[in-house]
């Protein structure tokens, strides 16, 4: 029997829901996005980020239901995000999904944001078990082994900053907009990679370090600055995007070697970026293994996904009951 369910999704600054059927094919998909009220702020404001999803939130529904042409009445289940992210913003979600899932009595299911991102692959090809998969967000930078749906190994996070931070505090410094990432990847393909910038963490762990990166660029500017002279800020952002994704090949191209895992799975915000995509295309090749990265609209954050990340646990029958909350701890493993 197919499965529709309807996914709700507010953990940052966008407010969305997706009706998912069988956890692969999105029957429609609202996002209401807040990124230039947040642009303003060069960052997204919690408090204001709360609000507005609970302005959107109701308009929102009723636009994935005309696009899908369906009523909640459709739905074996509402799934909704509940960790990682901002408390305000993921709590409206939480909410929204219990009164709907209260008054048409229908299952409510819980899904980590992380695990979501990773399932967005599963929309359009087909997970395959063991797999690597590589998280690159806003918030995090983390290797998992998965040997299952939701059977995770972690090798190794960052120790301080998530790349996609990193993206968006190399973008401030360089004066583009919020959000940074796709605006330093824009900037990068006019530049050369002519400044010499520190490696992150020369260990040999699985682990990631972007601070010191963050904070090499930052003096570099400042310290030009002072000095009256001019960045070439395209050069900048080229020599930066090439040292923050060679460390993520680095460290993938060390799984392939040590767990001979064959199948790489990339997940979260920045895995929209070009540059990730051809240098993981070409680690893959070396490697003969299977790459999924997922296409633009689901490398970012969106509904669809956890609609899909929902559906195994819809078919486990991994229900929550109305205590669901909003958790700060969003870790997988
Ligand atoms: O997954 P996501 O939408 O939200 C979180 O769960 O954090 O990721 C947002 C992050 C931001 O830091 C943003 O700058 C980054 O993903 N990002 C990119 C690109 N598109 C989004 N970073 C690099 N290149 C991009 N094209
Ligand atoms: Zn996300």
């Known amino acids: 029997m197919d499965a529709y369910i309807l996914a709700v999704e507010s953990s940052c600054d ?10 692969k094919e999105v029957i429609g998909q609202s996002i209401a996005t807040q990124i230039d009220t947040h642009a303003l702020y060069g960052g ?16 929102v529904l009723e636009d994935v239901l005309k696009k899908a042409n369906m009523k909640i009445e459709d739905m074996d289940a509402i799934a909704v995000t509940y960790a990682p992210g901002l408390t305000g913003s993921l709590i409206v979600g939480i909410e929204a999904a219990k009164a709907l899932a209260f008054i048409y009595n229908k299952p409510l299911i819980a899904v980590n944001h992380l695990i979501g991102h990773i399932f967005a692959n599963n929309i359009e090809d087909k997970m395959e078990y063991p797999m690597l998969a590589l ?7 983390e290797l998992l082994i998965m040997e299952d749906d939701f059977n995770f ?13 990193c993206y968006d505090k190399v973008a ?13 990847e824009k900037l990068a393909k006019e530049g050369k990679p002519s400044y010499q910038l520190p490696q992150p963490v020369l260990d040999d762990t699985y682990n990631f370090s972007y601070s010191g990166l963050k904070s090499a660029i930052i003096n570099l500017v400042h310290n030009e600055k002072q000095k009256g002279l001019e960045i070439n800020k395209a050069d ?12 993520l090949v680095r460290k993938v191209e060390k ?16 895995s929209a970026n070009g540059y990730l995509k051809e240098e993981m295309e070409k680690l893959c ?9 997922p296409r633009l609209l689901y490398c970012t954050d969106n509904a669809a996904m956890i609609g899909a990340a929902a559906y195994p646990l819809y078919l486990k029958k991994q229900f929550s009951d109305y205590t669901l909350n909003a958790s700060s701890s969003g870790d997988i493993c």
């Not at 966008?14 to 956890?23: H, Y």
């Not at 998280?135 to 930078?141: E, K």
């Not at 190994?153 to 931070?165: P, V």
């Open 14 to 23: 966008e407010t969305s829901m997706a009706i998912v059927k069988n956890g």
């Open 44 to 59: 997204v404001v919690p408090e204001i980020a709360s609000r507005m999803h609970t302005e959107a939130i109701t308009f």
């Open 135 to 141: 998280i690159v967000s806003g918030g995090h930078t």
């Open 153 to 165: 190994k972690k090798l190794g996070e960052t120790l301080d900053d998530a790349i996609g931070e």
């Open 172 to 184: 401030r410094v360089l004066d583009l907009k919020y959000p940074g990432g796709p605006n330093v």
């Open 236 to 247: 900048l952002a080229r020599s930066f995007q090439e040292v923050a994704v060679n460390e």
């Open 255 to 270: 799984a392939f070697r040590e767990t001979n895992i064959k199948r790489l799975v990339v997940a979260g915000g920045v």
């Open 285 to 293: 090749d070396k490697y003969q293994a299977k790459l999924l990265i």
